[in-house]
């Protein structure tokens, strides 16, 4: 699986953006996906994931109530909606994929595939 992010950019605090994340590879629908995000100087953090059926979502208590992951496997595309943006919110954001068969997952090390990243500056 090859993955794809797009959609950063400059957004004022309060703002929203939509990122998305386009993934080649057959068997997109069988993955789970997820974003996360790494701000300058510190580590990789968990944003959110979305099981392969779209039935199961987890959120990082951080972006809870502001950004929702979707998916459409028609288009193999996951998206990551952003509202309400902060300044602690800049950081390039990367989705990932890989499959489980029992659980949705969401730790950074169960996760094979991933994307280039996706710059998101938010200005206070």
């Known amino acids: 699986v090859q993955l794809q992010a797009s959609g950063g950019g400059l957004v004022q605090a309060g703002g929203s953006l939509r990122l998305s994340c386009a993934a080649s590879g057959r068997t997109f629908s069988n993955y789970d996906m997820g974003w996360f995000r790494q701000a300058p100087g510190k580590e990789r953090e968990f944003v959110a994931t979305i099981r392969w059926s779209g039935g199961v979502i987890y959120y990082a208590d951080s972006v809870k109530g502001r950004f929702t992951i979707s998916r459409d496997n028609a288009k193999i595309t996951v998206y990551l909606q952003m509202n309400s943006r902060k300044p602690e919110d800049t950081a390039v954001y990367h989705c990932?994929?890989?499959?489980?068969?029992?659980?949705?997952?969401?730790?950074?090390?169960?996760?094979?595939?991933w994307g280039q990243g996706t710059l998101v500056t938010v200005s206070s």
């Open positions: 990932a994929a890989d499959m489980s068969y029992t659980r949705l997952i969401s730790q950074i090390y169960e996760f094979t595939f």
